[in-house]
């Protein structure tokens, strides 16, 4: 709030002082024009540099958000490829620790509102569609934990991963996520060298090891 009011006045300021310089130098005649003209145009230039730098700050935070993202499927990417989701189901016979989805940029993307202009309206719907689907996943992953490990019998986490299996649920995460990540890559960070995304997605794989 307090950031937004000295915004606010800074910017109050320039313009009445923008004003006021344009006044005097329709006032002005001869030589005494070049005082005011200056200062019109050092003040135009001083406003129009805040605007800039705003416009410049919203789409680096932007750019940040779409990298952090991309870097978040990556790691889903690793973690849908763990073993505990490829076992054979005549193999289980205890209860298994599932690794969860991770969906911390996605609930920070939500919350700040970055996404939320027109031309961004595909990713906004993937970041929501993934959000959901994630906490959907994660949440079953919960249960299957909670009733096999109440539960010592071994055909209780058998039947629970097969029935994890044969939901399809992990077959539509893994969709999602290669349909996120190939969006994300062509054509909101298209601009960014390929270097730069290859560092994204070593550091989110090392992470997610």
């Known amino acids: 709030m307090r ?5 606010y006045l800074t910017f109050s300021i320039l313009s009445l002082g923008l004003v ?12 005494s024009r070049f005082e005011p003209a200056l200062t019109v145009l050092g003040l135009f230039a001083t406003i129009t540099g805040i605007f800039a730098e705003r416009l410049a700050s ?7 958000l779409l990298l952090a993202f991309y870097g978040e499927c990556i790691k889903n990417s690793e973690i849908l490829k763990n073993r505990s989701f490829n076992l054979d189901p005549d193999k289980v016979n205890g209860p298994i620790v599932f690794p969860r989805l991770i969906v911390s940029v996605s609930e920070a993307a939500i919350i700040s509102g970055a996404f939320e202009e027109a031309k961004y309206r595909e990713i ?8 959901d689907t994630a906490n959907e996943f994660n949440h079953r ?3 299957t934990e909670l009733i096999t490990f109440t539960n010592p019998s071994s055909i209780e986490p058998r039947s629970f991963y097969v029935e994890l299996i044969s939901s399809g649920k992990i077959d539509e995460a893994i969709e ?8 994300l890559k062509t054509k ?4 960014l060298d390929t270097t730069s995304l290859d560092l994204v997605c070593r550091h ?6």
């Open 176 to 183: 999602l996520n290669q349909i996120i990540t190939h969006s």
């Open 20 to 31: 006021t310089s344009v006044i005097w130098l329709t006032r002005s005649e001869g030589d």
């Open 124 to 131: 906004s719907s993937y970041i929501y569609e993934w959000r």
């Open 204 to 209: 989110a794989t090392d992470r997610a090891v």
């Open 188 to 191: 909101y960070l298209r601009q």
């Open 58 to 64: 919203v789409y680096e935070r932007k750019r940040e």
């Open 141 to 143: 992953l919960d249960i």
């Open 3 to 7: 950031k937004n009011f000295v915004s």
